[in-house]
């Protein structure tokens, strides 16, 4: 805090000029020629965006790496947090107030009359939206939290009072957010990068969906009875930016392109990109993606499971899975004549990069994907940028497709979806991938698979069809583990890793079949191997010890990865523990069930 505020002071003295420093108390000159001006209040609220110590909002690292715990995500190793024993108060991270109090010292001082009211409004409005998020960020990680509403001083006794109850500091965060929805003036912004009034009404249905679904299936509470009224809120905040917003589903490029060109487009699409972290090689602003998604060491080597890729609809509009034979198809066979997502997604067919300006066809790599379904989502097509922090694309952090997903599942939550509903968020998504029927009427058959695989619960099958979008369409946008908490299904984090259908041992498949053989699975290694042909080991053990890679029927069947080692869910997951150091600070605190 103490370098941000030195940061502000300097910019005061520039503003306020050196005469008036000569007649006023140092912190007084720096306090007005912040709160005076809005070139102040401008530089200040530059700091809730992004920081160290007082940024609030997501960089786009924390975005491409924001699934890497999911249920369709296997990895390099089972995350500690499901591991028993491996995980609690003391690894636990997050409790984090400084940004906070950075935002209540500006709401605090943003009462200069120098400034008309309407624009300092305007200036609290944006300041109540960053609280909002902050507080979002602690309440679904770790429930009931403190709501602090203004400035602490470090001797305040009010800084080791316990946890307020998390109706109480989520109503606070409606208000927040209602304020910001009624008083922030910024309309538009091309960069995107910059919040806006929609932005705030989507950020909105984004906290009222989670909060209003949470308090439904989430028994425990006792709020189920309030859980209408958040889902209303979250329809209410969704129409307003289909309706006033003048935001649509990116569709340049065909149904081929125009998905995956909202995820590595070096500026961002404005017609669908409601926010971003915009990428800038001028200020040397870059991601990490290609590192990330194309590294042997670097990353979690995150890879989709089967069970979620046989989620992916039929171009026709089919279920997949209705297909006879789905289980035993190979990787070339299965991702044929499906929703043109997947191959925006992974990489599979005809994909292609570029290696010193020559095209190459690039299928799944086995020195980085477990399963076969190595994700393309984030990462740029040429090679250039797979070693370092090189990527100029920038990194969505809120898009249209979102609010869309949003107002559909509120809608059908509260009962009150209709078929027009249906079409203009669900169908108009499907239309964009390419599926060619069941787009402008609600689904009146629950899918089996659905069932059986992620929602034995839930029977209205259109609610199963807007959960299946939203894992699809957001795959790896960072929403899943959030969905997951929300709809109280945490046991889907117990998911068996499992990859494509390997038919036989020491078969040579030709993943992208253009005509070159890319990986064998084997027992026993042949004395002589195949020329640019990746070889993995399926044994039983390799060295002694027990192999995490395996093939299920053992001489065939799905790949699958790292089952060896338990992952078993406990309620107590749906909360992170407080940290203990911070417990030991505040004892007050106390401490999250289980933990």
Not at 127 to 155: E, H, L, S, T
Not at 286 to 299: C, I, L, P, Q, V
């Amino acid at each position: 805090m103490n370098k941000n505020y030195s940061v502000l002071f300097l910019l005061g003295l520039f503003l306020a000029g050196c005469s008036e420093l000569e007649q006023v108390p140092q912190s007084t000159a720096t306090r007005s020629a912040v709160f005076s001006n809005t070139g102040g209040l401008d530089l200040y609220v530059n700091s809730f965006y992004e920081g160290t110590n007082t940024g609030v909002l997501p960089n786009g690292n924390d975005i491409i790496r924001s699934d890497e715990m999911a249920d369709f995500a296997a990895r390099t190793q089972v995350p500690d947090f499901l591991r028993d024993g491996a995980y609690g108060p003391r690894q636990s991270t997050g409790w984090d107030w400084r940004p906070l109090r950075n935002i209540n010292f500006f709401i605090a001082n943003c009462t200069d009359p120098a400034i008309p009211v309407d624009t300092r409004r305007h200036y609290l409005g944006l300041a109540r939206f960053f609280r909002a998020w902050f507080y979002f960020d602690k309440v679904k990680r770790f429930g009931d939290v403190p709501w602090i509403g203004q400035p602490m001083g470090i001797d305040d006794p009010a800084l080791y009072n316990g946890r307020d109850p998390r109706a109480v500091v989520m109503d606070s965060v409606l208000a927040d957010l209602d304020y910001a929805t009624q008083n922030i003036k910024t309309t538009t912004d091309n960069s995107r990068s910059l919040i806006t009034r929609s932005v705030a009404y989507g950020f909105k249905s984004r906290v009222c969906l989670f909060e209003g679904t949470f308090r439904k299936y989430r028994t425990s509470y006792n709020l189920g009875s309030t859980a209408d009224k958040w889902l209303t809120e979250a329809v209410n905040a969704a129409d307003k930016v289909m309706k006033e917003g003048g935001f649509s589903l990116n569709e340049a490029g065909g149904n081929d392109r125009s998905y995956r060109q909202l995820f590595i487009s070096n500026t961002p699409v404005t017609n669908e990109i409601m926010l971003s972290a915009v990428a800038d090689p001028t200020l040397s602003v870059y991601n990490d993606a290609n590192w990330w998604w194309t590294s042997a060491t670097y990353g979690a080597r995150v890879s989709l499971i089967r069970t979620f890729v046989n989620t992916y609809l039929n171009i026709d509009g089919t279920p997949f899975t209705d297909k006879p034979g789905y289980q035993t198809l190979t990787f070339m066979d299965e991702v044929k004549g499906r929703d043109k997502r997947l191959q925006q997604t992974i990489r599979m067919g005809n994909y292609t990069r570029t290696n010193g300006g020559a095209v190459e066809a690039a299928p799944p790599v086995f020195s980085y994907t477990y399963t076969g379904y190595m994700p393309i989502k984030w990462s740029l097509d040429d090679t250039y940028y797979d070693g370092g922090t090189r990527n100029i694309n920038s990194i969505s952090l809120m898009r249209y497709a979102e609010i869309l997903l949003n107002y559909a599942e509120a809608k059908t939550e509260l009962g009150t979806l209709t078929n027009d509903d249906w079409a203009k968020t669900v169908g108009a998504l499907r239309k964009r991938a390419g599926i060619t029927a069941g787009l402008t009427t609600k689904p009146t058959v629950a899918d089996a698979y659905l069932k059986a695989n992620y929602f034995p619960n839930v029977s209205d099958p259109a609610l199963l069809e807007v959960r299946r979008e939203r894992g699809i369409e957001l795959v790896l946008e960072g929403f899943r583990f959030s969905d997951i908490i929300r709809w109280n299904r945490g046991p889907l984090m117990e998911q068996t890793w499992n990859g494509f259908y390997v038919p036989a041992l020491d078969k040579p498949l030709d993943l992208n079949e253009d005509g070159k053989n890319d990986v064998v699975f084997y027992k026993v290694k042949p004395a002589t191997q195949l020329p640019g042909v990746t070889y993995i080991n399926v044994a039983e053990t390799v060295n002694g010890n027990s192999n995490p890679q395996r093939l299920k029927n053992d001489t065939s069947g799905e790949l699958t990865w790292l089952n060896n080692i338990t992952r078993k869910w406990d309620d107590k997951f749906y909360l992170y523990p407080i940290p203990e150091n911070d417990r030991l600070v505040n004892p007050k605190l106390g401490q999250n069930p289980g933990w």
